[in-house]
């Protein structure tokens, strides 16, 4: 199975460029606090300081009231205690004058004991009075009543002790006299005085105590007033604060969406946004959009040898030289992985794309100094235009894809604009691709074989191992129609494997001596599994590693010598052999010889076809049959058809040869029936 490519030859030696690190453009800082966590502190911080000020605002009018309330009601009682305080001593005054009457009138004994049993009540209802009465209007009343006390009770006791022997007369003499009448009158205006001042010195008091409560509880109210203004305003400054951790958020999440978190380049998302919006403004200035797609080439090797985080130093140099390019405001975006899409506008000038994907390539060859590696990638670029190829932002995308995949098909470092074909051929490409998927699971790859002989004794060595399409609509394919797309496509290795499973089923048919030479693909080389994934294959249908050869072209070498050494390593380990096809028509570097320490060395079919006709192929013959004898390696030539070609070779001293002369390629059933005569 061929599984070889044409040899890159467009390697630049130009001179490493180091850019600082800090040139690279920085990704969105990604958020150190969680946004809910800070927003749930500030909200609790709010709420918390809300009901502290409100519990104060509330606890402080509910004092007030209690406050007010409980003087309120004493200085209400007082006022009350004090009025009933004077009814109860004018009572008593009233009672002791009516007693004293009925004594004189009666001249009864009774009424003097009833008189003397109610002098403690007048002086418990004045004891009363004075305590609640103001200490200087009871001063005032003790000074004024006194005297006239004193004698109206020396006046009583007279008239009392009168009536005790009899003197009726006497005692009426002594009530009815004007002395008492006057002390008695002097008594009983004193006494309406004092109770008069004690009920309005209350009432002062009660006043005065409800102003007081008054002011306090404007006071009380005030401050509330203060607290909640200033609540509110505390409260509006954190939702102030709360609101602006919010309108962070969203601009960091809109930031986080719409931007690729390693290049800082707009994302795929905010990509096709920022083209809606150009291609309007496009279309309403009546002027042209450019649409680039950028593919990485030899990207793929350096993540795979140096780590991803090389990959992605990488990938930062990559934005900032587009940066470096582009005019400020211009659109460039990843668009995933290694591939990246700019937008140019072309407002009179249709070369201006051209022009800019020029810039970006030579600016994307330029080797990268990245911790102390240079590496040399370089950049592919499809160009598609609106409105002229498409008309909206998935199909102009889709066909500066399809552009893309023309340069790239053209060879690396190359452009191409959208031509109306391409969907055709893509379209085409697609549909073989699934194709070749479903090919492979349902074994339409088969394989067949082409002898490889002893130039000497025209017996049969080994055979190549080489892969047919049995198409069910298309018939049987040629390996140059599907092995080209299946290496693009990353298949190639579960072709191989799958075609390998038949080989060994095949291979008892076949002599014990003879060995099987089958083609490893560059790309199946810098795969980890490729050895064990052929021993397993071999250990299945219990096949010998020693009777299996492996050929690797010169691209294989190139584009990763370390992972080809370890791999041709692993395989002479266990056993198989390496060959080293095509040699001559790529890099053929002599250290490849001398470092991989291959068992055979092809020589290309391209020399030995025109080394009759031009001395220069004849040459070069030679010098890789003496190259391989000096190496003590077997020299094989392919594509030998005449008998002519097979003498020359001999001549030369090439000891083994392959081409139509000895067999073209066949399938099992006709290796033995076309062979059997050569097989010893």
Known sequence: MRLSTGADGNTRRDTPVALPRTANPPGPLLPTVSIVEQTMYEARRSVAAALIGATFVVGSLLIERLWYSTVHETATGIHAAAQQAAADLTLADQRLTSTAQMAVATGEQRWIDDYDRRVPDRNQALATARSLAPSGVAQHFDTQSRAAKDELDNLREAAFGALTVGGVNTARTIFDSDRFQRQTQLLSATTTEFTTATVAATEADVTALNQRAVVIGTLVSLTGVLM???????LSHRLDRSRSVFLDAEDRIQRLASSDLLTGLANRTALHDAMSTAMARAQRDGHRMALLMIDLDRFKPINDRHGHMIGDLVLKEVAHRLSVCLRSGELRARYGGDEFVVAIEEKDDPAVAHAVAERVIQALCRPMLIDNLSLAIGASVGIARFPDDATHGDELLRKADSALYRAKANGRGGMCFYDARLDEQLAERDSLEQDIRAGIAQGQFVPYYQPIVDLASRSVQSLELLCRWNHPKRGLLSPALFIPLAEQSGLIGAMMLSVLHQACIDLPRFPTHWRLSINVSPQQVLDNTLVPQLLAVLSEHDVQPQRRDVELTETAL???TARTRQVMQAMKEVGITGTLD???????????LAEMSFDKIKIDQSFVHTMHDRPESARIVDAVIGLSRSLGVQAVAEGVETERDAMALR??????????????????????????????
């Not at 909640?228 to 505390?234: E, M």
């Not at 095509?582 to 490849?592: D, E, R, T």
Request: positive net charge; aromatic residues 12%.
């Open 228 to 234: 909640g203004v200033a609540l509110w305003r505390r």
């Open 651 to 680: 001549k030369l001293g090439c000891g083994l040869a392959q081409g139509y002369l000895f067999g073209r390629p066949m399938p099992v059933d006709h290796v033995m029936p076309a062979l059997g005569a050569i097989a010893a």
């Open 558 to 560: 190139v584009n990763d």
């Open 582 to 592: 095509n040699f001559g028509i790529g890099y053929s570097s002599l250290c490849y």
